[in-house]
């Protein structure tokens, strides 16, 4: 069986309720740091590449990153894992306590190392990793401590995630407890799971292996084809009572078996890999969130499915949003106008293929809550100015944030839609933040373009995209014409 795209329809409003879900995430934490530059010449010491370092970022990694997907998902989440007395595992203590949906419960192992991988990148191609890291069991105080907090916190959460990165801190004692109690609470459990044995996990709802590590716990078996996957999922089933095993396959996408012997075959989205780091956390996470809204496991892996596709799109142990995943869905559907929307790692690229071309590209932005006459000069205006015309608005937090609670009138992906049947529009892209600066930065548009009730000076972005050889341009506005008057007049009628 497959998902076909009429079936996609039905997975927006579920994305809507993600920021309705609780879940309970448990595992590995670790520090996932990323050191940029550029390479341009060979070590005369060694036949190497000598990297130019030109800045450096870090992010959680591992369990961490399955939490960062969730939160970003719109999810609360409770999190529970060990650190080390170190100055990794305090830097970690910091990053986990900077989100308001995220519930800590991380415990320090006095002695202990924390886990820290580094991964050096020149331009978009990785050069080396390096692991600092401990695979040694927590020791028995503190696992006594997680079980307790563990089952004391179960019962409170939709839904449990083991993110198991063979780090020492799922021991055998504690999944077992976090399995047991779950049931006993008739809360699901679904496992990333990092060992050849499988047996630790035995009784959990849904387990998430790739196909390496498929093959390693049928004592390394070659699985080359969809019947092998399959075979060798119910198996395992079978051996330890999974309701279910979601394979992830790669660029050929997912396999989920449940213990019915249902087989649903899911083909990847991917349209470009840069850099697969985290595709699976944020898979989990989709698929947790995806689940406990409500949607069947087939539809929660097709939403987990598309998230992959998105994130290998991007460089480093990347995030997605709820943005991204509605617009990817419409993507999916594929009709003439949805064709135009892209999420802004897509719209990058297509603005950088026009510029390849020769074309000029413009940029304008707006929340475009309701659509009148003004608007459509305007853009027809912007249009003069460029051979492809991107429009941006915000999404429907940046609205409700801008302009207050009871606005957007319109969703996002209506307001996309309608500015994307627009003859005048090449190209929509939704932004999260309250100003279109770190978008326009990415897509370095040749023309940047506002309504004359601006001065240039207060363009955000202007001063960049000048600094490039870009221009501003003022677009003049059609008098009398406003979202906010037109929505006032229907209130006062109404």
């Avoid at 697969?276 to 087939?298: E, K, N, Q, R």
């Amino acid at each position: 069986m497959s998902v076909s795209p009429s079936d996609l329809s039905n997975l927006l409003p579920a994305i809507e309720r993600f920021s309705d879900v609780k879940l309970l995430c448990i595992g590995d934490i670790m520090l996932d740091r990323f050191v940029y530059g550029s390479v341009d010449r060979i070590s005369p010491e060694a036949p190497i590449p000598v990297m130019k370092q030109t800045h450096e970022t870090s992010m959680l990694g591992g369990a961490g990153n399955v939490v960062r997907n969730m939160v970003s998902l719109g999810a609360q989440c409770c999190f529970m894992s060990v650190v080390g007395d170190d100055a990794i595992g305090k830097k970690l203590l910091s990053l986990v306590g900077e989100s308001p949906l995220v519930t800590p419960y991380i415990l320090t192992q006095n002695g202990r190392r924390s886990t820290e991988k580094t991964r050096y990148i020149a331009g978009t191609q990785q050069l080396l990793r390096s692991d600092y890291e401990t695979s040694a069991a927590i020791n028995a105080d503190i696992e006594d401590q997680l079980i307790q907090l563990a089952e004391q916190e179960i019962g409170h959460y939709q839904l449990v995630v083991l993110s198991d990165y063979g780090k020492g801190v799922l021991t055998d004692r504690v999944i077992r407890a976090v399995i047991e109690t779950a049931a006993r609470h008739k809360v699901a459990v679904f496992v990333d799971p990092k060992r050849r044995d499988l047996a630790a996990y035995q009784g959990a709802t849904l387990l998430s292996p790739n196909l390496a590590e498929l093959s390693a716990s049928m004592q390394d078996r070659p699985l080359s084809s969809e019947d092998s996957i399959t075979h060798a999922a119910l198996t395992l089933i079978q051996q330890h009572h999974f309701a279910h095993l979601l394979v992830t396959r790669g660029k050929d996408g997912m396999t989920l078996v449940d213990h019915t012997a249902a087989i649903t075959h899911i083909p990847a989205q991917a349209r470009e890999v840069f850099d697969v780091s985290g595709a699976g956390d944020t898979a989990m996470a989709t698929l947790a969130c995806a689940y406990a809204s409500g949607l069947t496991l087939p539809q929660a892996a097709q939403l987990a499915n598309i998230a992959a596709g998105i994130v290998v799109g991007r460089l480093g142990t990347a995030t997605i949003f709820r943005t991204d995943l509605k617009v990817a869905l419409h993507a999916y559907q594929s009709t003439a106008g949805h064709a135009k929307i892209a999420a802004r790692d897509m719209a990058a690229l297509m603005v950088q293929s026009w510029k390849e071309q020769g074309l000029k590209v413009g940029f304008t932005n707006g929340c475009f809550d309701v659509l009148h006459v003004g608007h459509l000069q305007s853009l027809g205006e912007a249009k003069l100015h460029c051979d492809r015309l991107v429009v941006a608005i915000n999404s429907d937090a940046s609205v409700s944030r801008l302009k207050g609670p009871s606005r957007p009138i319109n969703a996002e992906m209506d307001r996309a839609t309608m500015m994307a049947a627009l003859d005048s529009v090449d190209l929509v892209t939704i932004f999260r933040e309250d100003t279109p600066e770190a978008l326009i930065e990415q897509l370095l548009p040749n023309v940047l373009m506002k309504g004359a009730d601006y001065a240039e000076n207060q363009v955000v972005g202007g001063e960049f995209v000048k600094s490039y050889g870009g221009v501003v341009v003022l677009l003049p506005l059609k008098q009398g014409y406003s979202s906010t008057t037109i929505i006032e007049k229907t209130r006062q009628t109404s």
